[in-house]
Nanobody, 121 residues
Framework: QVQLVESGGALVQAGGSLRLSCAASGSIFSINAMGWYYQAPGKQRELVAT???????NYADSVKGRFTISRDNAKNTVYLQMNSLKPEDTGVYYCNAEVVVRGEFIIRRYWGQGTQVTVSS
């Protein structure tokens, strides 16, 4: 099947930067949209940013101008550059991908295991 593995989460001071990565592997024919979501303690998972296979992006209002999503289609990898981090950005960040699995003709949605980002004030 398909696996998504995130990396890059860390403890950082407010105003700092982090770069998250998420690599997809397995029986992949193609990947449509990829995205990042985050879940703060005690809250529901929320959209951070998405990017289509063609490079069109969408951001939550709270991160516009601070975060940048990008992807390397050849590596099946999506990135999230996070600048000017705030304490309210603290949470677990999850990668998501809409994958057409080899031998199938439907799109399946996969999630990574999450990576912790903690921003101290």
């Amino acid at each position: 099947q398909v696996q998504l593995v995130e990396s890059g989460g860390a403890l950082v001071q407010a105003g700092g930067s982090l770069r998250l990565s998420c690599a997809a592997s397995g029986s992949i024919f193609s990947i449509n949209a990829m995205g990042w979501y985050y879940q703060a303690p005690g809250k529901q998972r929320e959209l951070v940013a998405t990017i289509t296979s063609g490079g069109s992006t969408n951001y939550a209002d709270s991160v516009k101008g601070r975060f940048t999503i990008s992807r390397d289609n050849a590596k099946n990898t999506v990135y999230l550059q996070m600048n000017s981090l705030k304490p309210e950005d603290t949470g677990v960040y999850y990668c998501n991908a809409e994958v057409v699995v080899r031998g199938e003709f439907i799109i399946r949605r996969y999630w990574g295991q999450g990576t912790q980002v903690t921003v101290s004030s």
